[in-house]
């Protein structure tokens, strides 16, 4: 049985900050890929962020140069640093690991007024 529990969620100002975390547990071997994902109401889920097991990362464009991934690998967690948060960052967010299959976290609320 594997876990992804995230965490760091919440309702922040527009230009503020959040961090998120995601901690992999249970029978999980040679995590490969680890990110983050988000999905808006009516919306498909879209990729944030992902980082490999090697520290390569990828960002989509909206989010470049505000938002950092970096990860544990020790510790099998995967942060989500947000800076300078846009109300249209508002949505569920979602942690993801690859291993020998795929696995989703349960999705954390972000909400940015403006």
């Known amino acids: 049985q594997v876990q992804l529990v995230e965490s760091g969620g919440g309702l922040v100002q527009a230009g503020g900050s959040l961090r998120l975390s995601c901690a992999a547990s249970?029978?999980?071997?040679?995590?490969?890929?680890m990110g983050w994902y988000r999905q808006t109401p009516g919306k498909q889920r879209e990729l944030v962020a992902v980082?490999?097991?090697?520290?390569?990362?990828n960002y989509a464009d909206p989010v470049k140069g505000r938002f950092t991934i970096s990860r544990d690998n020790a510790k099998n967690t995967v942060y989500l640093q947000m800076n300078s948060l846009k109300p249209e960052d508002t949505a569920v967010y979602y942690c993801?690991?690859?291993?020998?299959?795929?696995?989703w976290g349960q999705g954390t609320q972000v909400t940015v007024s403006s």
């Open positions: 249970g029978s999980i071997f040679r995590i490969n890929v």
């Open positions: 980082i490999t097991s090697g520290g390569s990362t």
């Open positions: 993801y690991v690859v291993s020998t299959r795929s696995y």
